[in-house]
Structures are given as C-alpha cells and as structure tokens.
C-alpha cells in the first residue's frame, strides 16, 4: 500500500506509480513484466490502496502495473479510482490498451488534469504478442475521437516491435500525440520480432515532423 516512487525505466516525466487495480490482465500480453509478480493473482480493486496520500503536484502514472481500463475491468472500480485521484491537486497519466474505454469517462473531472496514452507496439498483427488486447488500428481510433474532444494524447511504442514505416507512421498521427514515448523490450526471456537502429532512426525522423518525441533509456542503443 503506497504511492511509489518513478524508478528504473519508468517515464522520466512521472514522479510516481499508483495502483488502485491489481492482479491478472486481461490482455496477457507476453512481454509483460507484471506477470512475474502481482500479475499471478485475480484481478481486483486494492481497498487498502484508496487510503493512500496521493499528495500534491506529482505527475502519477496510475495503472502502471495492470491496465486499469481493460475490457474486464467493471466500470464501478474506475469511477472508484477515478474519484479518489480527483481529491488530491496532482496530474495523471491513464494508459491503455483499450483506450476506447477512456470515452466513457470523459465527462469525470478528474481528465481535464490527466494525459491519455495507448500503446501502439507496431502496425503489423502478430496475434502471438496481441493477443486479448484490441488491434493498434482501433487503438488508433478510440485515441482519435479523444484528440478531437480536446483530450491530452501521448503513445507509446513499447516494446516496439517490427512495423511497416508508413503505416505506423499512419496510426500514430491518427492519436495527434503531444508526446510519443519509445522504449525496447526489457525482458531478457522473452524474444520479440525487433527492428533495426536505421529503421527506428527512420520512424523518430518522421515522428518528429509532427510531435515530440521521447526515447525511454532501454531503447538508447537505437539512437
């Protein structure tokens, strides 16, 4: 039960890490660091963690552990966590795989002080890494629509994984980031379908036509 602190390869602009939703996802991705850890248990909304100071002024990453906006994620626990983070004066980073779920909650006041953020690996289907997660072109969408009502978008491209230049290119502009953050995969026991440094070097040159971008500190060797 706490409020932790940003470590490791964390976002650098997040100062801290709090999760309300525990246990199991549902979108099993297999890189997924968490399942070596709480990710062994069922899914549940933590009690305990409801009575956490959130404090002031911190930038927190909330669901940073198990995607606190999946589909199996009943809509009571986000209003839950979503209310509890709304009274303290701090900004938020929700991110999803699922991010067509943040619509339903556009009116709380809580995300008028939150950046939304999806997750768009690549543009290529691999149904052996997607798996239960929706595909990146309806992330894409979902991300859209937020952008259009005046949301705050970031995306993420972790672990990225092997794409189509264009077309991620494509999906990407479609979310109208402020803010696409790169990093690698950082598990040593799990192989993934990576691209090359030129390629990489090829997506940040185009990516920054139009955002910021961020490279995480496990994907420097790309840069």
Not at 33 to 58: A, Q, S, T
Not at 62 to 87: E, R
Not at 105 to 123: A, D, G, R, W, Y
Not at 149 to 174: A, H, N, Q, S, W
Request: glycine share 4%; hydrophobic share 40%.
């Amino acid at each position: 039960m706490a409020l932790t602190k940003s470590w490791g390869n964390m976002y650098p602009f997040v100062t801290h890490t709090w999760n309300a939703i525990k246990g199991i996802c549902f979108h099993d991705c297999p890189y997924c660091y968490m399942k070596k850890f709480d990710g062994l248990f069922p899914v549940r909304i933590d009690p305990k963690e409801l009575k956490v100071n959130l404090g002031n002024g911190n930038f927190i990453f909330v669901g940073s552990g198990t995607d606190a906006w999946a589909f199996d994620i009943p809509s009571d626990w986000i209003t839950c966590f979503l209310d509890y983070c709304n009274l303290f004066n701090n900004n938020y980073l929700f991110q999803s795989k699922d991010p067509s779920r943040f619509l339903e909650f556009i009116s709380h006041p809580v995300m008028q002080k939150s950046v939304l953020c999806t997750t768009i690996e690549t543009n290529v289907f691999y149904p052996d890494i997607v798996r239960n997660a929706p595909n990146t072109r309806k992330r894409a969408k979902a991300m859209q629509k937020l952008a259009s009502l005046g949301m705050r978008t970031y995306v993420t491209c972790e672990p990225l994984i092997k794409f189509d230049l264009p077309k991620m290119v494509e999906l990407i502009k479609m979310c109208s980031p402020v803010q696409v953050n790169i990093g690698k995969n950082s598990r040593q026991d799990i192989t993934l379908p990576e691209p090359t440094k030129n390629e990489v070097q090829g997506l940040i040159t185009e990516l920054q036509k139009f955002t910021k971008v961020v490279v995480k500190s496990n994907a420097k060797c790309w840069i």
